[in-house]
């Protein structure tokens, strides 16, 4: 089955820090283009960050100098550090893999910041 799965949401204070996490099952990354997209509450889904063919990453103008996207090809595992939270960043985070998975789709790692 393929499927990825998140984890690393949580509460935390704004100002605070998360690593999220993502492992792919029935498929790898390879040719993929990984990446993270988010949803909060009454907004629509959002691209957070992507991995580019050849390594460039790609930021939304929100988490710039805040986020940092990165992927372990030996684990399949992607990874979205994210540091100086603000209450703005509360949302369902949600990881994909472009062309394969995309957008806000299942179940999501909730990540909850508060002032």
């Known amino acids: 089955e393929v499927q990825l799965v998140e984890s690393g949401g949580g509460s935390v204070q704004a100002g605070g820090s998360l690593t999220l996490s993502c492992t792919a099952s029935?498929?790898?990354?390879?040719?993929?283009?990984p990446g993270w997209y988010r949803q909060a509450p009454g907004h629509e889904c959002e691209l957070v960050s992507l991995?580019?063919?050849?390594?460039?990453?790609h930021y939304t103008d929100s988490v710039k100098g805040r986020f940092a996207i990165s992927q372990d090809n030996a684990k399949n595992t992607l990874y979205l550090q994210m540091n100086s939270l603000k209450v703005e960043d509360t949302a369902v985070y949600y990881c994909?893999?472009?062309?394969?998975?995309?957008?806000?789709r299942g179940q999501g790692t909730q990540v909850t910041v508060s002032s």
């Open positions: 991995i580019i063919s050849g390594g460039t990453t």
């Open positions: 029935g498929f790898t990354f390879d040719g993929l283009t």
């Open positions: 994909a893999a472009l062309s394969l998975i995309a957008g806000c």
